[in-house]
């Protein structure tokens, strides 16, 4: 099997606790290159190896 890159811009969905003190941007800069957890169907053809966040978008 052959290895790909594939660049993505991602959207993180978070719950966050009242008043939480730091902003979306902070927030973003610590995600940034954190690891993320992929699922995929069962009967999908394709194995994700590692999948990070490279980027923000604000």
């Not at 969905?13 to 995600?31: C, F, H, K, R, T």
Request: hydrophobic share 35%.
């Amino acid at each position: 099997m052959e290895s790909r890159a594939i660049y993505l811009t991602v959207r993180v969905d978070l719950s966050v606790p009242d008043n939480y003190e730091l902003s979306d941007g902070e927030i973003a800069e610590e995600l940034e290159g954190a690891q993320v957890e992929m699922q995929l169907s069962q009967d999908c053809p394709y194995f994700v190896d590692n999948v990070e966040v490279c980027g923000r978008n604000y």
